[in-house]
């Protein structure tokens, strides 16, 4: 049988990447990632419901990171969910979700903090320091029709 785990996020750090190092010397990085939907309430006013995302990144990309990202910046994140469990001090069982990032895509400028979406339009952050494209924000009215 087939199946899928595709997780893709474009959102805003909630932290600094915390960064530490596992008795083998590996790398792993953890960090808050915020996305923002926007849509008309049934009263007509526009209203925001921002979901928190628990990014893990393992190896190298953990260190660029740790390195380059910060509270606020905007980053493209792609991977897959994975749950875990743990017990607390209690010894009562608990499960926590991540995304487990398998590619990372930097889209704040140098010194571009993330900060809050702007009104109406689109924002448009300049290309990473590694080359990658420039990012635009769709810009998408709930009452347009949809194209397909």
């Known amino acids: 049988m087939a199946s899928l785990n595709k997780v893709m996020l474009i959102g805003n750090l909630g932290k600094d990447p915390e960064v530490r190092y596992t008795a083998a010397g590996t790398a792993v990085a953890s960090f808050s990632l915020a996305t923002t939907d926007r849509f008309k309430s049934k009263s007509g006013e526009w209203e925001e419901k921002t979901e928190w995302h628990n990014i893990t990144l393992w190896s190298r990309l953990a260190e660029i990171a740790g390195e380059y990202l910060s509270k606020g910046k905007t980053v493209y ?11 607390d001090r209690d010894g009562k069982d608990r499960y926590t979700t991540e995304i487990v990032g398998e590619k990372m895509q930097m ?5 571009e903090g993330g900060g809050g979406r702007q009104g109406g339009g689109g924002r448009q952050a ?4 590694f080359g990658g494209p420039a990012y635009e924000e769709p810009v998408f009215n709930p009452d347009d029709d949809i194209p397909f």
């Not at 994140?77 to 017990?87: A, D």
């Not at 889209?107 to 010194?111: A, I, Y």
């Not at 300049?126 to 320091?129: I, K, L, S, V």
Request: no cysteine.
């Open 77 to 87: 994140i792609e991977g897959r969910l994975q749950t875990r469990k743990w017990q």
């Open 107 to 111: 889209l704040s400028g140098k010194g």
């Open 126 to 129: 300049p290309a990473d320091d």
